[in-house]
Every structure is written in C-alpha cells, then in structure tokens.
C-alpha cells in the first residue's frame, strides 16, 4: 500500500463565473521513503497540485488517500491530524516565515498545536531539528531578518520536519537560492530523507535538479501528468514529445552542447476543448491529435505516457 | 605588431568602483569585450554583476556612484560623458535588455510606439519610414502578425514575446554592444532556449558584441565566448569559455562548476560538492573575500586580497587570469606530485 495515492485529482479556480480547472484530473502515487518529482512550466498546476495534496486547496473532484484514508473532502479539524504526517516547504524563504516571530517560537508552534504540551519535550524536539539543520541553539533567540536566504530556507525545513512527518511537499525549495546554497539544501534534504525515512514530493521547474534528486519522475503539462517514469529511464529514454523538448532545452554546462529551442509557442494560450492539449506546440503531432484527448497509458516497463505516437 | 592584429575591444571597463553611501560595492574590476564577441559576466546575488552592467550606461541607483575607473567605449569614458551625450549612445551605440519582461515596457503604450520612439529617436525617419523599420523588428525576432501585435498594448503578450519585444527595442538602431541582463530568468526553460537562440543569431547577423550577465553556468558554456566570474565586488577569474569549462583555477569557481547539478549525477551516486557558509561573510573581511568560504584557504589567505593576476601572454581582458595567492603554491605542488 502506497503512503500517498491519488486518484482523478481536480482543483479549480472560479473567478467572475469563469472556472479553470488547474489540475485536471491527476493520478499518482508515492511509496514510503520514496522521491517523487513533478515538473513543468509556470501555469502548468504543478503548485495547485502539490497544496491540494497537503490540503491547503479543496479539490472538486477525486480522492486523496494517504495511508488508506480518503482526506479529500476533510474539514479543517480533522485535517489537523493529517497535517502531522503531511508537511509543507515554500518556494520563498523571505515570505514564509513571520518576521514578527522568534525562531524558537516558528519551531514550538506545530508542536504545541499538535498536542505536545510538556515544554521539556518540545525543546528537546526543537533542540534535534535545530542540530540536523546546522544552526546553533543561539539561532533559537532570534528573528527571520537575521538569517541568510539558505538558513532561512533550513529553517523552514526544520518546521516542516519538527512533527516527524511522513511526507513532505516542497515546492519549489531551491529556486530562490545561489547556486551554491542550491547544494546545500538539496544535501540537507537527502540527508533528512535518511534520517527520517521520509518521502518527497519536489516541484521544480529546473529538470537539471529533478533530475538529481527525485527518484521517479512526473511531467505535467496544462493541469495533466503527460508522462511519469523512474528518474533513469525518463532522461534515457523520454517518450513524450514535450519531455522531450524539455531535456533538451536544458543548456547543459557541458561545451559544445547547444540546447535546442525544439518548442515554438507557449503554454499559456489556454486548453483546446478536444484533442491533445500539446498538439499546438508539438513537432510530431498528426490528425489523430486534433481529435482525441490522449489518456496517461501503462508502459510494461512500468513508465506510462499521455501521447497517441509513443 | 600585435596590437595592429588584435581587433579593437568594443568596450573597455578599467579598475571601475561603485560605491553605496554603506560602503563599496564593486572593487576596482577590469574587463574588455572585443567586436562581435559574447562576454558573460557570472557571479550570485549581491556579486555586484548587475551594478557593473547598469553602471556601464549609467543607469545606477540614485544612491550609487561610480567612486573611480573608466568605462571606455569608442574612445569616450562614459563615467564622465555629459548626459547630452550619453543620451546619444544608449539604445543607439549600447542597448540593454532587463530581466523583467513584465515591468520593463510601458503598459499604457503600444508595442509599436515603444519601438517606435527608440527609432524616431536616434536616425532620421519619416513616422511612416519608422513604422515600417518597427515591423520589420517585431518579424526579425519571431513575433508573428507583425502589422497587427504593432497595435497591441504590453498585456495582450506572454513573459517571452514581451522579452522579444524588449529584444526588438534594443536592436533596433544596429547597436554596437547589447548588454543582456539576466535575460531568460524569469522565462520558462522552453521559452528561455528559444529567447537565447534568437539573441545569438541577432547577436552574429548584426555583428554586435554581447555583454552577458548571468548566474547560469549552462548558459555561459553554451553562449559566451569569454567569462569573468565575479564574487563580492571583485572578478576573482577571467578565462576564455573553453579554458573556463576544461578547468576553472579559482576555488570560487571550481566551487560553482561542482556544486551544479551535473549531467548524470543522482543523489544516489554522487554527493554535490557544498561552498560553505555565505556571500555575507564576505563582509568586513580584511584579506582574500573568499578566504571565510575557500577550502583550500591558508593563513596568509586572510592577509591581504589578491590582485587579478594573469596565466599567460596578453592583459587580462584578453588571457587568463586569477585572483587567488595560493594558485602559484598549488601549482608547484601539482608539479612536485606528477614529478614524484
């Protein structure tokens, strides 16, 4: 049984008797101690999906089951339990934390909320979570503003794992950061991973970083997954045109490897009514593709793929 | 003898230093970016790459000035230029492209009296003449429907057709230099390969030189010719691309090449390679400013700072060069261990 199972996801956004359907009908599953990856380009709902998994969106249709138990419809108190084995990182270090807290108190909340009342375990809870992410008990006193962006980001990480979660969401949690914090954080979350025996689910739009930490891949475009297979088989051997042309715009650190601006157009120019929702963009499209909607298909060696020519 | 073969740098940038009321922020750096060449200048957030590039039109923040140094271009130092002049030169000798395709145009005005203005600005053209040029531009970097996206207004474009548009502007009057800040960033992977292919094929048609500035090593391996890696305030190496990627000399460097995610590397395999520490610590500091994060740093490391010292014949704007003492002592020892 999968720690995470979704089925049929579909998170919307109404606004002025207009509703757009982010997330449009997504399945996917995460095992215990597994990396999954979700990439894809702005727009694409990769955000909507990952705060729809930890509930902070209410979807409008599908189920959510994580450890068997369908969270999909859950009201906010009985979410809170939930809440302790699902966990969240940000994207931005500067805006996820209160400036108008110490560190020591963004650290004490989750506990207190969730039922640890005895002070004497809730510092020894903080003081370990505090030493995995390398700062000093000292950081404890002190204000978000007096952190750099990747210690911020470390403590953001540290809320997130205080409660021992199973399952941890981050979207997006080195894109704000240098290149050489990147290594940081992506080494701080491997090693947590082992520590903890966690599972991730890591949104990125950088495939270069997926590519190094997720162990399974999903590729969403426009509100869909249009292809998902473990890590060394999707770079090996993509089979979606738009995977595709995403590994190869990549412009790699290697010389004379030009990346290639396969793609023309963008995603933003709204979802066609009937067929595939790539074809405009697609170099390989045919009639077929004007017509029928592609549907994610099981691949023998376990990767599926939503294209009529793969 | 040599200098009559070398071609003559389009811009010259000698021991410039710009300074905040706080307290400096670029150093003395020195660089030349040579005809129809691209110079990529590389380096994380607070680095001062971004000043370095403003200050080269003068398009500081109120509160920066340039302390001291030279910005040669076409035998002028545009640090002293009067603005008159200045005005003369930017958009029609050295143009520049920002990262934000969002807020970089005029929302309440059309595309095309975007380009327009530019055009009416530095030749003489008929409104109509200009008009024509403008949607000649818009089809030269891929805006389809040129006659009709002339009318639109900014909101009616996506992230990267606002970018080629910003691209139109700026080489609309054949400009010498065109200076590339951060031009992809916030631009989708997909869009950001087709942005860069169009400013390298616009970059050899009109045979301009490329001043650009980026925190992406993939970028730079695949379209620059020569790189200077700066850190706090400072070019720490300078090096042609080849010699860059076939072995950075700076610890700094080294550093940012393996500390990237490489091709092939899983975090099953590999462990990333971590700089320690941040560029904050750079502050204050007396000796070496990336004494506080070098792994191979010694005592005398945090002495003094290392001047740009060249590895070869030539200045440094045209050879490579290092900032690091301790470069000629790893170099014996390398020496002394394959002679061993």
Same mark, same amino acid.
């Given at each position: 049984?999968?720690?995470?199972?979704?089925?049929?996801?579909?998170?919307?956004?109404?606004?002025?008797?207009?509703?757009?359907?982010?997330?449009?009908?997504?399945?996917?599953?995460?095992?215990?101690?597994?990396?999954?990856?979700?990439?894809?380009?702005?727009?694409?709902?990769?955000?909507?999906?990952?705060?729809?998994?930890?509930?902070?969106?209410?979807?409008?249709?599908?189920?959510?089951?994580?450890?068997?138990?369908?969270?999909?419809?859950?009201?906010?108190?009985s979410l809170r339990a939930v809440r302790r084995t699902v966990q969240m990182v940000f994207q931005d270090p500067f805006g996820s934390l209160n400036p108008r807290q110490r560190v020591g108190t963004i650290l004490d909340t989750p506990l207190w909320v969730h039922g640890v009342k005895d002070a004497k375990a809730r510092r020894r809870r903080i003081l370990e979570i505090i030493g995995k992410i390398s700062l000093p008990e000292a950081a404890l006193q002190r204000y978000p503003h007096e952190f750099s962006g990747g210690q911020r980001q470390r403590i953001g990480i540290a809320r997130a794992l205080v409660l021992r979660p199973k399952l941890v969401v981050c979207d997006e949690p080195v894109s704000a950061l240098d290149l050489s914090i990147q290594a940081q954080i992506l080494n701080?979350?491997?090693?947590?991973?082992?520590?903890?025996?966690?599972?991730?689910?890591?949104?990125?739009?950088?495939?270069?970083?997926?590519?190094?930490?997720?162990?399974?891949?999903?590729?969403?475009?426009?509100?869909?997954?249009?292809?998902?297979?473990?890590?060394?088989?999707?770079?090996?051997?993509?089979?979606?045109?738009?995977?595709?042309?995403?590994?190869?715009?990549?412009?790699?650190?290697?010389?004379?490897?030009?990346?290639?601006?396969?793609?023309?157009?963008?995603?933003?120019?709204?979802?066609p009514e009937r067929g595939c929702r790539f074809r405009a963009r697609c170099p390989v499209a045919v009639k077929q593709c004007e017509t029928d909607d592609p549907a994610l298909r099981k691949l023998p060696d376990g990767s599926a793929v939503a294209c009529h020519l793969a | 003898m040599i200098l009559a073969q070398r071609p003559h740098p389009v811009l010259e940038v000698l021991d410039l230093r710009i300074g905040f009321p706080q307290g400096t922020a670029v150093h003395g750096i020195t660089f030349a970016i040579e005809q129809g060449t691209t110079m990529a200048l590389v380096g994380e957030s607070g680095c001062g790459k971004s000043l370095t590039a403003f200050s080269i039109l003068r398009l500081l923040p109120p509160t920066a000035s340039i302390l001291g140094g030279q910005v040669v271009f076409n035998g002028q130092d545009l640090a002293t230029v009067s603005?008159?002049?200045?005005?003369?030169?930017?958009?029609?000798?050295?143009?520049?492209?920002?990262?934000?395709?969002?807020?970089?145009?005029?929302?309440?005005?059309?595309?095309?009296?975007?380009i327009h203005e530019i055009i009416r600005r530095h030749e003489r053209l008929s409104r109509r003449k200009a008009k024509s040029r403008a949607i000649e531009l818009l089809?030269?970097?891929?805006?389809?429907?040129?006659?009709?996206?002339?009318?639109?207004?900014?909101?009616?474009?996506?992230?990267?057709?606002?970018?080629?548009?910003m691209i139109a502007i700026a080489v609309a009057c054949n400009p010498q230099?065109?200076?590339?800040?951060?031009?992809?960033?916030?631009?989708?992977?997909?869009?950001q390969a087709q942005v860069m292919e169009l400013l390298a094929r616009l970059r050899q048609q009109l045979s301009m030189a490329m001043l650009l500035i980026t925190?992406?090593?993939? !970028?730079?391996?695949?379209w620059a010719d020569r790189v200077a890696v700066m850190y706090a =305030?400072? &070019?720490?190496?300078?090096? %042609? @691309?080849?010699?860059?990627?076939?072995?950075?000399?700076?610890?700094?460097?080294?550093?940012?090449?393996?500390?990237?995610?490489?091709?092939?590397?899983?975090?099953t395999n590999r462990r990333l390679t971590e700089i320690k520490g941040s560029i904050a610590s750079a502050a204050g500091a007396t000796g070496c400013s990336f004494a506080p994060r070098c792994p191979a740093a010694?005592? !005398?490391?945090?002495?003094?700072?290392?001047?740009?010292?060249?590895?070869?014949? =030539?200045? &440094?704007?045209?050879?490579? %060069? @290092?900032?690091?003492?301790?470069?000629?002592?790893?170099?014996?020892?390398?020496?002394?261990?394959?002679?061993?």
């Open positions: 049984m999968p720690l995470l199972s979704v089925e049929n996801l579909r998170t919307s956004y109404t606004s002025r008797g207009h509703t757009l359907h982010a997330v449009d009908g997504v399945s996917l599953e995460i095992g215990e101690n597994e990396t999954v990856g979700l990439v894809g380009e702005s727009g694409c709902g990769k955000s909507t999906l990952g705060k729809t998994i930890v509930r902070l969106l209410r979807p409008s249709e599908g189920v959510i089951r994580l450890n068997d138990q369908d969270i999909s419809q859950l009201g906010e108190r701080l979350l491997v090693d947590l991973k082992k520590d903890f025996g966690l599972a991730y689910l890591f949104i990125s739009h950088d495939l270069s970083v997926v590519r190094y930490f997720a162990d399974r891949v999903l590729v969403m475009y426009l509100g869909r997954v249009v292809e998902s297979a473990d890590h060394a088989t999707l770079w090996r051997n993509p089979r979606h045109p738009y995977t595709r042309a995403l590994l190869a715009s990549i412009p790699s650190a290697t010389l004379g490897r030009k990346p290639a601006a396969v793609l023309s157009g963008e995603a933003g120019q709204g979802i | 603005s008159r002049e200045l005005r003369r030169i930017r958009g029609k000798g050295i143009s520049i492209i920002l990262q934000e395709p969002m807020t970089s145009l005029n929302p309440v005005l059309t595309i095309g009296a975007q089809d030269l970097v891929g805006i389809s429907e040129p006659h009709r996206r002339y009318d639109q207004f900014p909101h009616h474009f996506s992230g990267g057709m606002r970018q080629r548009v230099l065109l200076i590339a800040d951060e031009p992809t960033t916030a631009l989708d992977v997909t869009i925190h992406d090593l993939g !970028a730079v391996a695949q =305030g400072r &070019i720490v190496e300078q090096a %042609s @691309v080849n010699e860059f990627f076939a072995g950075a000399k700076h610890p700094y460097s080294q550093g940012l090449l393996n500390s990237s995610v490489g091709d092939g590397a899983h975090y010694v005592a !005398a490391c945090h002495g003094a700072q290392p001047a740009l010292e060249t590895f070869g014949p =030539g200045t &440094i704007s045209d050879t490579w %060069s @290092v900032a690091c003492s301790q470069l000629r002592f790893q170099k014996d020892r390398r020496d002394a261990v394959a002679v061993g």
